[in-house]
């Protein structure tokens, strides 16, 4: 009885962390944080020190009227096309508004048309935004300045390494500004240069600032109908902390402001992310602000530079706009890998993702990969799940008689249980050797649960026959039901629990992760499908093994005893009887009237 109160204790506990994770990401959507009252008073900054941003979404002396649309009023739109971009760039503020994968379509039905990663347009909005301040109301262009454009297309042509694109600013009196983003072939890193031409008689002071701006993600119509939930929103990474979620309700609690040495700030989603990266060793103002009632950004500030008289000052910084492939990541910024968030068990899932793409490698498809993994996984715990399974065959071969205690002593647990242990000490058999094996095993199951849940490589990656997408649910359910089924093979193999409540939660059990795994991306159920297969082969061969071996050992036992020949054939004749009675009808038929 332990064994099986564990048993489903373990159940209860997968459960409830799976349901948990995905209530914390649909309340997360469902309820968005009310925004706090916008601030509009500037911030100062001392030579040599980060700038501050003021309470609004951009740092200016004037407070504006309505900062939350004036940060997406129109200008002329600059198409980039390169062979992973699709982007417009707004002249107003020289703002990154819209970016297009072209290596990650929309979705299977949608081939042609790219993932829109940034967007200003629709009920959900993601944008990059950049600008300069300057000490003393000097003259420098913010995210609302107009630029102009040289031309309002580019295309990064065939065998062209390199794609820059300027846009230009000029104060009247002796400051020009020209914003030059560097677009790579085979790179998701964009790179931004502000560069400062200072045509005045005295020195210009100023600094750069870099933020995203988005709203948080809309819910879908049903609790399961999205899926898995995984994390959106703002992250941070400080020398001391080297990934730090911050949340959209975090964000209209309390505002951040952090001097960091190196480090970066994010927006991340299910499988992509916008990531601002400065240079190495440079010292920033990590902050966040809300705007706009529902717009949430997380943007830095760098440190103040001075241009001279008649010279030119660069302000530099990367912008990685992409997927969460994590050597890509790693080989981008230092901990930026982390944004492809695996939880606690990061030590456990970062060798189990790399197992998983070694093993692609190989075969080249992503559902044979999840087969393959599975199958090494399991000969690892071959030998705790054989212990584990021995365990549940003696478990099982003990049942009858633990029904008898149990009908013996009733309501008496205290006599029962020492029954029962005696019982256990005579058969040697140990009631939480069933259990303590999985519960080993259950951190390694969340771990891969997470790299299948975060792998952007199993996005619309095909396995075969109706599945097409192995990052969705199953269309036809087929996956879902079969796991179902083999759960409650599972369940027929182990011993019933004795309690008749606990037998009825665990019958329940595959009904209830068949509902649950309906919705869950194909990649996932295929895993748990297979391993329950191999699980099932494992434990009906252990059990057989036991049985036969309890039932030799018996036959052992009796030849020791005088007549245990004629015992022997009396039990098999017994059984033998009353087995043909359970066949045989409990109404004769009357052979009299068959004669006539």
């Known amino acids: ?103 990650y379509p929309e979705s299977i039905q949608q081939r042609d048309q790219p993932f829109l990663l940034l967007k200003d347009r629709g009920a959900e909005i993601f944008i990059a935004q950049s600008g300069l301040l300057a000490r003393n109301n ?39 500004v020209t914003k030059i983003y560097t677009f790579r072939r085979g790179s998701f890193l964009v790179e931004l240069n502000q560069r400062v031409e200072n045509g005045g008689a005295g020195d210009w002071q100023g600094s750069q600032y870099r933020q995203f701006q988005r709203t948080p993600p809309k819910t879908s119509n049903s609790y399961f109908g999205g899926g898995v939930v995984t994390y959106t929103g703002a992250v941070v990474s400080t020398p001391e902390q080297r990934y730090e979620k911050i949340s ?27 990531a601002w990266i400065p240079g190495s060793g440079e010292t920033d103002s990590f902050y966040t602000r809300v705007v706009g009632g529902n717009r949430y950004v997380v943007g830095m500030t760098g440190m103040e530079q001075t241009v001279p008289a008649g010279a030119t000052g660069d302000f530099r910084t990367g912008l990685y706009i992409g ?21 606690m068990l990061t030590i456990i899932a970062e060798p189990l993702f790399w197992l998983l793409k070694a093993i692609h490698a190989i075969v080249g498809n992503w559902g044979w990969a999840i087969i393959f993994l599975t199958i090494l996984i399991k000969l690892a715990f071959y030998k705790l799940s054989e212990t584990s399974y021995r365990s549940m065959a003696n478990m099982r071969r003990l049942a009858p008689e633990l ?21 256990y000490k005579k058969e ?57 089924v083999t759960m409650f093979v599972q369940q027929k193999l182990s011993p019933a629990p ?58 052992a036992k009796a030849k020791e005893e005088p007549g245990w020949f004629g015992k022997l054939l009396d039990q098999n004749r017994q059984k033998l009887v009353a087995t043909i009675k359970k066949a045989w009808p409990a109404k004769k038929p009357d052979l009299n009237k068959r004669r006539k």
């Open 323 to 343: 997927p969460k492939l994590p050597s890509v990541l790693a080989e981008t910024a230092p901990n930026l890998q982390l944004t492809v968030d695996y939880g």
């Open 428 to 484: 040697k058999v140990n009631p939480l050797g069933g259990c303590l094996p999985i519960l080993v095993q259950i951190p390694v199951f969340i771990a891969l649960y997470w790299v299948l849940v975060e792998s952007v490589q199993l996005r619309q990656a095909p396995f075969m026959l109706w599945i097409q997408d192995m990052a969705i649910p199953d269309p036809y359910y087929v996956l879902p039901l079969i796991m179902g």
């Open 248 to 274: 959209f309700d975090n964000i209209a609690k309390k505002e951040l402001n952090q001097t960091v040495k190196g480090g970066w700030i994010a927006m991340i989603q299910h499988y992509f992310l916008g």
């Open 498 to 555: 004795p309690d008749p409540i606990q037998a009825k939660v665990m019958m329940a059990l595959p009904i209830v992760f068949t509902f649950m795994f309906l919705w869950f991306p194909a990649g996932l159920v295929l895993y748990w499908v297979v391993n329950n297969m191999l699980s099932i082969a494992q434990q009906y061969v252990i059990t057989k093994r036991v049985e036969s071996g309890a039932d030799a050992a018996a036959v």
């Open 138 to 176: 000097e003259p420098a262009p913010n995210h609302y300045a107009p630029f102009t454009a040289d031309q309002s297309e580019y295309r990064l042509a065939d065998g062209q390494d390199t794609l820059e694109v300027p846009l230009h600013w000029t104060d009247p009196s002796r400051l020009k």
């Open 1 to 103: 009885m332990e064994n099986q109160r564990l048993l489903l204790f373990a159940a209860l506990v997968f459960v409830l962390f799976m349901l948990w994770q995905n209530w914390l990401g649909f309340q997360a959507i469902k309820h968005p944080p009310p925004a706090p009252p916008v601030a509009t008073a500037p911030v100062g900054s001392t030579l040599g020190q980060p700038a501050l941003i003021p309470g609004q979404d951009v740092p200016t002396a004037a407070p504006l009227a309505n900062p939350g649309l004036q940060a997406l009023g129109g200008g002329q739109r600059v198409r980039v096309t390169t062979d992973l971009f699709e982007a417009e760039i707004d002249t107003i503020g020289g703002d990154l508004r819209q970016v297009g994968l072209r290596t």
């Open 403 to 423: 029904t008898r205690l149990k009908e013996m002593y009733g309501d008496d647990k205290q006599k029962m249980n020492e029954a029962m242990m005696g019982l």
